[in-house]
């Protein structure tokens, strides 16, 4: 089991998900706005107290570019505090370069799923700490209870069935799962709750709820109904609507242990 499973708080981790060296957010994973320099909101977030940083490169995979070293490089230069690197990784290579770049995490997705393998080749090369498996998810049409994954960026169903998929991951070795509902990207009614307390059910490692935050309440909802260890977020941080300070001293309001500065 991860150590992070004996976290005594709970994290709030914004996403800089970004395309062509600018942060994005869309709805669905689709028409994508500006939100700004990655480098720039990293430090913003830094300073108001951010756990971990996510950092995606959302157009990796799906373009089939490597991940942007550069640019992970510039973040590590000015980020104290944890940060996940994801998109474009298919071999412990790719990993390894993402590492010494000075990611402290790497985030895979498509890969894992169609290389499984990859999963055990990273963790015995690195750590479960060092490896997020990403997990994105549409609700199975017809089927409120079923969810399938999607990869490439949600531009592909996979046809692989999500729960299943989670314990496959936790069971290779994993450190952590990063949770995305795609129903809910963007749309600001909240977590899928429903998925994420699935998913967080059936495995033993760290769940991180994402997609669909639009109220302080979705936070709490992520992790006291939705069972997560960490909740995520990006436009309402992107767009001025919350400050990390705001959403702890909220969550903090409803009991729940997070890290103050």
């Not at 994954?149 to 169903?157: K, L, P, W, Y």
């Not at 309402?236 to 409803?254: D, P």
Request: glycine residues 8%; hydrophobic residues 45%.
């Amino acid at each position: 089991m991860s150590n992070l499973t004996r976290l005594p708080y709970r994290r709030v981790i914004p996403c800089l998900d970004f395309k062509d060296g600018r942060v994005v957010k869309g709805v669905q994973f689709v028409e994508l706005k500006d939100a700004g320099d990655p480098v720039e909101l990293a430090k913003v977030y830094v300073r108001e107290g951010a756990d971990v940083l996510a950092f995606l490169d959302i157009a990796a995979t799906l373009e089939s570019r490597p991940t942007v070293i550069q640019m992970a490089q510039a973040l590590s230069e000015q980020c104290p505090i944890p940060f996940v690197v994801g998109g474009g990784m298919t071999s412990v290579a790719d990993i390894r370069q993402v590492l010494a770049a000075g990611a402290n995490k790497v985030s895979i997705n498509s890969a894992a799923i169609r290389n499984p393998q990859l999963i055990n080749d990273a963790v015995a090369a690195f750590s479960p700490e060092n490896i997020i498996v990403a997990i994105d998810v549409k609700r199975r049409p017809g089927n409120q209870d079923r969810w399938t994954c999607v990869i490439n960026g949600g531009h592909v169903d996979s046809g692989v069935d999500a729960l299943e998929w989670a314990e496959e991951v936790a069971r290779r070795g994993a450190g952590e799962i990063l949770l995305t509902s795609m129903d809910s990207d963007g749309a600001r009614d909240g977590y899928d709750l429903a998925v994420t307390r699935a998913v967080a059910r059936r495995v033993d490692i760290p769940v991180v709820a994402s997609g669909g935050v639009g109220k302080l309440e979705h936070f709490a909802a992520g992790i006291i109904e939705g069972e997560a260890d960490a909740v995520l977020a990006a436009s309402v941080f992107h767009f001025g609507t919350f400050s990390i300070q705001e959403v702890k001293e909220y969550l903090a309001s409803q009991g729940i242990p997070v890290r103050m500065e």
